[in-house]
């Protein structure tokens, strides 16, 4: 594991060691996603899918769908099912 102490700028801002964003190739403009529990931070780098990886993505969800017998009006009403208890 990769420990680094940083410091807290006057604006609320760190600076991330080389050698981390090294470790997970982040780079200038790459965006991170921030948790926090108590006294705890986890920073985590947020990695969009390329093209591909998200077509892949999208085909094995539309091969399960199909294998459990889902249609598309079945996921269309599984989402509005969702949104009405989100409403509540």
Do not use: C, H
Not at 2 to 12: C, E, R, Y
Not at 17 to 45: C, E, F, H, M
């Amino acid at each position: 594991m990769n420990t680094q102490i940083l410091t807290v700028s006057s604006k609320g801002q760190i600076s991330l060691p080389v050698s981390i964003r090294k470790l997970l190739s982040i780079g200038s403009g790459d965006k991170l996603v921030a948790y926090a529990s108590g006294d705890t931070i986890i920073l985590k780098a947020l990695k969009l899918p390329t093209a591909e990886e998200f077509e892949a993505s999208l085909n094995e969800a539309q091969e399960w769908a199909a294998s459990v017998g889902y249609s598309e009006r079945d996921v269309d009403e599984i989402i509005k099912s969702v949104r009405k208890k989100k409403k509540v």
